[in-house]
T-cell receptor, first 109, second 112 residues
Framework: GQQVMQIPQYQHVQEGEDFTTYCNSS?????IQWYKQRPGGHPVFLIQLVKSGEVKKQKRLTFQFGEAKKNSSLHITATQTTDVGTYFCAKGSQGNLIFGKGTKLSVKP | EAQVTQNPRYLITVTGKKLTVTCSQNMNHEYMSWYRQDPGLGLRQIYY???????DKGDVPEGYKVSRKEKRNFPLILESPSPNQTSLYFCASSLPQWTEAFFGQGTRLTVV
C-alpha cells in the first residue's frame, strides 16, 4: 500500500520548545487523521481533517491540511512532558486506514 | 464503556504452534482491522474487515488468517508462527471508512 511519508522520525526538544511533525503524500488525500501513542500504550485518535486548507486547534496542538490536500502538519506549542509519545498521521484509502511511520517525540524537563 | 478488547496481552510461544489472538468490540462498528507495530516501521496493516464475512488483505498478510463470523469479533490466527512474527499487534475498529479508529490495548507476541 502507498504509505504516507512522515518526518522527522525522531524529535528531541527541551520542555517549552515547539514541535512540528509533517505528513506528505504523493497523491491527493480525501482526509487525514492524527493519532498519539504514549509509551507502552495504544494509538489514540486526535483529529480528522477533510477540507483543503483546514486548520484545527486543540489547546496547544494545531493541525493543518494543505491547500492541495497532499500534506498535513501537527504543531505543538510550548511542549510539556505529557506530550511525550509517537504521533502518527493516517490516510483513508479504499476502505483502509494507512499509517505513516510516526514521529517519536521526547521532551527533556 | 466503549472499548476494543484484545487477548492475550502478552504471549510467548514456540515456532509452529498455532495460536489465536482474539479481538472484540462493543461499539457495533462495521470496520475492524489488525496491525502489527515494529520499531522504525510504524503500524502496518495485516488484514481488515468491512463487515461480517467480508475480509481483505492489508500490506503484510503473509502468515496470518482472520475470520469475521460476528460483527463484534475479529480474531487473528497464526497457523504456524515464526520468529519474524514477533511483534506488537493491535486490533482496531471504526464506523464505516475513514472515521475515528479505536484501538485495543495491544498484544505483545514473542515467537521463539
Amino acid at each position: 500500500g502507498q504509505q504516507v511519508m512522515q518526518i522527522p522520525q525522531y524529535q528531541h526538544v527541551q520542555e517549552g520548545e515547539d514541535f512540528t511533525t509533517y505528513c506528505n503524500s504523493s497523491t491527493t488525500l480525501s482526509n487525514i487523521q492524527w493519532y498519539k501513542q504514549r509509551p507502552g500504550g495504544h494509538p489514540v485518535f486526535l483529529i480528522q481533517l477533510v477540507k483543503s486548507g483546514e486548520v484545527k486547534k486543540q489547546k496547544r496542538l494545531t493541525f493543518q491540511f494543505g491547500e492541495a490536500k497532499k500534506n498535513s502538519s501537527l504543531h505543538i506549542t510550548a511542549t510539556q512532558t505529557t506530550d511525550v509519545g509517537t504521533y502518527f498521521c493516517a490516510k483513508g484509502s479504499q476502505g483502509n486506514l494507512i499509517f505513516g511511520k510516526g514521529t517519536k517525540l521526547s521532551v527533556k524537563p | 464503556e466503549a472499548q476494543v478488547t484484545q487477548n492475550p496481552r502478552y504471549l510467548i510461544t514456540v515456532t509452529g504452534k498455532k495460536l489465536t489472538v482474539t479481538c472484540s468490540q462493543n461499539m457495533n462498528h462495521e470496520y475492524m482491522s489488525w496491525y502489527r507495530q515494529d520499531p522504525g516501521l510504524g503500524l502496518r496493516q495485516i488484514y481488515y474487515s468491512m463487515n461480517v464475512e467480508v475480509t481483505d488483505k492489508g500490506d503484510v498478510p503473509e502468515g496470518y488468517k482472520v475470520s469475521r463470523k460476528e460483527k463484534r469479533n475479529f480474531p487473528l490466527i497464526l497457523e504456524s508462527p515464526s520468529p519474524n512474527q514477533t511483534s506488537l499487534y493491535f486490533c482496531a475498529s471504526s464506523l464505516p471508512q475513514w472515521t475515528e479508529a479505536f484501538f485495543g490495548q495491544g498484544t505483545r507476541l514473542t515467537v521463539v
